[in-house]
């Protein structure tokens, strides 16, 4: 299934607390059960103003569904095409 990150504009997000921070995680797992079985959320990374969301799913259109139903942004949605670490220099 097709990976994607996306990218959130959150100004002050990086600034909320492990409750909120649950509040947020619980609302989009809310909504991805509505959505079904073929949108997964992978993980995210939170920085100072910005959420980067690491999703699987088979469109960017679901992407979008996701994030206008749990009333996130997603400023930059860009599917993955290929992952490298450090073992793909060897």
């Not at 492990?18 to 509505?34: F, H, I, Y």
């Not at 990374?45 to 469109?59: E, G, H, M, Q």
């Amino acid at each position: 299934m097709p990976q994607f990150v996306i990218e959130r504009d959150m100004p002050g997000v990086g600034g909320l607390g492990p409750d909120e921070l649950k509040g947020a995680s619980q609302t989009s797992c809310t909504v991805l059960r509505d959505l079904g079985p073929e949108i997964q959320w992978v993980h995210s990374y939170v920085t100072d103003d910005k959420i980067f969301c690491v999703y699987r799913a088979p469109s960017e259109d679901l992407i979008r569904r996701h994030a206008e139903t749990a009333g996130f942004p997603a400023n930059r949605i860009s599917q993955v095409r290929a992952t490298i670490d450090p073992t793909t220099a060897e």
